[in-house]
């Protein structure tokens, strides 16, 4: 995060010191809608930042899709740079890779029960 920067708490308060009040009071509503947009894009990074980060049920279908490819992604890079069979473990317990990992194994089963009853059917 970038350090704070005083300077337009000071320009506000040169305003505040003016004898011109019609102009001051135009000067200080620009300072207040721009003061707003910043304040309301600080609020709107930190609210993505908390999704991105959150639990996966409070998460769009549009991110779990993304976050799912970025992952398995990051094991086949992973598995390409394993040397050691030991490793394999370590590579698909990383971070929060057992739930993807469970996602595709549940998508796996419900393909070859559905592959199994167009069989019988």
Do not use: C
């Not at 409070?58 to 094991?75: A, C, D, G, K, L």
């Amino acid at each position: 995060m970038r350090p704070i920067d005083y300077s337009e708490y000071k320009e506000v308060l040169d305003v505040l010191k003016r004898d011109d009040v019609e102009n001051s009071y135009q000067d200080l509503m620009q300072h207040e809608t721009k003061t707003l947009d910043t304040v309301n894009n600080v609020i709107k990074y930190y609210r993505d930042v908390e999704l991105a980060d959150g639990q996966l049920i409070n998460q769009s279908i549009h991110t779990i899709f993304m976050r799912y490819f970025e992952v398995w992604n990051q094991i086949l890079e992973d598995l390409v740079a394993v040397r050691n069979p030991k490793d394999l473990f370590t590579t698909f317990t990383k971070g929060d890779r057992l739930i993807f990992i469970g996602i595709t194994f549940i998508i796996i089963s419900l393909f070859l029960i559905l592959t199994q009853s167009s069989k019988q059917g």
